[in-house]
């Protein structure tokens, strides 16, 4: 089966910078997919990363370390609107995403 | 592109009755997956269905099941309605195995 580990909720300033860490246990692993979903909103995709290394996406970075079933999410100059709810995910063979549990980023003035 | 349309919205229902839902993925997309998002459980896979046939199902009893046309449009359908059934049941399209595309969801309440 597959599990993923992150944190239930982070607390960050206005234009501050936060990492969002995500850990897996999974029985085949092809990649760590990171979704954001506002309030009363669907998930939107906001990075995968196959490959070992940081991949940076505008203000937004992604992070895998596949020999330590590590990832992260990292959020720059944070903005109001970046709270959010974030969630890793893993896919399987056949597009099924298991996904962590969520972490509830709140960004304050 | 138009984007993934789920209907209805939002939906009341009483114990014992039985629900059905409805995904129109983005034009082009094959594969349809549906999920259902609760507070204490979180965002868990229901099933997924390629070209009209089901190609993985997640953990849930068979009162859930689904099915998928020849357009790609999918349904879902709850049978037997129970309190725990409450939730926001999302559905999502892809052509490729790295992103998923999701629907607003739709809401059901059971009474």
């Known amino acids: 089966g597959q599990s993923l580990e992150q944190p239930s909720e982070v607390t960050a300033v206005e234009g501050a910078i936060v990492q969002i860490n995500c850990t897996y246990q999974t029985s085949g692993f092809y990649g760590l997919s990171w979704y954001q979903q506002h309030d009363g909103g669907a998930p939107t995709f906001l990075s995968y990363n196959a490959l070992d290394g940081l991949e940076e996406t505008g203000r937004f970075s992604s992070f895998l370390s596949r020999s330590d079933s590590y990832g992260y999410l990292l959020l720059q100059e944070l903005q109001m609107k970046d709270s959010a709810s974030y969630f890793c995910a893993v896919p399987d063979a056949g597009n099924m995403l298991t996904f962590g549990g969520g972490t509830r980023l709140m960004v304050k003035p | 592109k138009a984007g993934v349309t789920q209907t209805p919205r939002y939906l009341i229902k009483t114990r014992g009755q039985q629900v059905t839902l409805s995904c129109s993925p983005i034009s082009g997309h094959r594969s349809v997956s549906w999920y259902q998002q609760t507070p204490g459980q979180g965002l868990q896979f229901l099933f997924e269905?390629?070209?009209?046939?089901?190609?993985n199902k997640g953990n849930f009893p068979g009162r859930f099941s689904g099915r998928q046309f020849s357009n790609s449009r999918s349904e879902m359908n709850v049978s037997t309605l129970e309190l725990g059934d409450s939730a926001l049941y999302l559905c999502a399209s892809s052509d490729d195995f790295e992103e998923q595309f999701f629907g607003p969801g739709t809401r059901l309440t059971v009474l």
């Open positions: 269905y390629f070209s009209e046939t089901q190609r």
